[in-house]
């Protein structure tokens, strides 16, 4: 193996080619891809639609500054807006989600005038300055402190503690919809429909950071439509360009009205942007969204049934899955490896973590649960 940079863990695995849900070494030896890629390939590895949209747009030409119209632009920004909710009518793109998180951040200040955040334990927003401000784990941030800004953190899915958060000079409230990093956390019934009565009342931005939970994974092209909450801004990036560096944020016009100057060099490249339009309108037009909603009830229903009283708790919604298990997340995703050719990724210590791109049918979710009931199975 090469070296790998400095802060990158290197895994024993060589990948050489990928596709659909599936990895590919030098050998030709296939793992079936059920986090390897962090939810960033929802319609699978080298799509080729994503493909062909690429291919042609680096022939034709792979920069232009965003202040140019240019084709590809212009189809991404309206197939990612007519993807989000009602409401959310104008976006903006970036490079990545913690681009997008700051963004988000800075336009909700710009337009409430305030400055205090209010965020989420167990929360995980990205790495830079501001969006890092609003995650929770102390291991991330404590080496990089002070970070910016007045964030006051609460105990996600408690609809009391955040009512006690949200005052007058409160800028946003930032939550994922369903936490991913955090453990695969779904907040109780009417959580996110309370975050919204309080952020109106007030007048405090209501931000989604669906970075991870959007892009149909949770059984509707975003989670935040499984609950029928609209935020005032939603951001997203991992699976929107379908493994291209891509975020974006939607926003409502009183956000839109009230934001100040921001930009970015590379905002809406036209290749990125051609990749954004060939994933979310293949995504809509051929419905996977509803497929997986289909396939993560058919999954989470056979692990229930295969390893159910040997876990903690299967939680999720859709193909975001989380498995608690008795013991080390890290071992059991190095087990399922190493033994199973199947990656998965551990989402704190002891949850386990499934991601698998859209497109897997049954035959890959039964090979999923016999590689799990295997791994559990030594485990215990
Ligand atoms: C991954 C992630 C981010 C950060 O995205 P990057 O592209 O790595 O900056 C932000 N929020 C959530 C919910 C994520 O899962």
Redesign the pocket.
Known sequence: MSDHDFVSGGKPIGIERGEGPYLYTAEDTAYIDAGASFACTPLGHSHPAVVDAVQDQVGDLMFVDSSYPVQSREDAYASFVASTPDGLDQAWFCN????A?EAALKFARSATGESKIVAATRS????TMG?LAATWKDKYKKPYEPLAGDVAFVPYGDSEELAAAVDDETAAVIL?PIQ??GGINVPPAGYLETARELTDDAGAALVF?E??TGMGRTGSMWACQNAGVTPDILTT??GLGNGLPV?AIAVGDWIADGAASHNATFSGGPVVTAAVHATVSTLVEEEWPAHAAEMGEYLTTELEAAIGDEVREIRGEGLLIGIELKRGANRAARDLAMNEQVLALPAGRTVLRLLPPLVIGEDDADQLVDALTAVVASDS
């Open positions: 990545s989600g913690t681009e998180n995980f927003h990205g790495r969006a994922e991913g990093e950071d970075v991870q990036a991992k975020g």
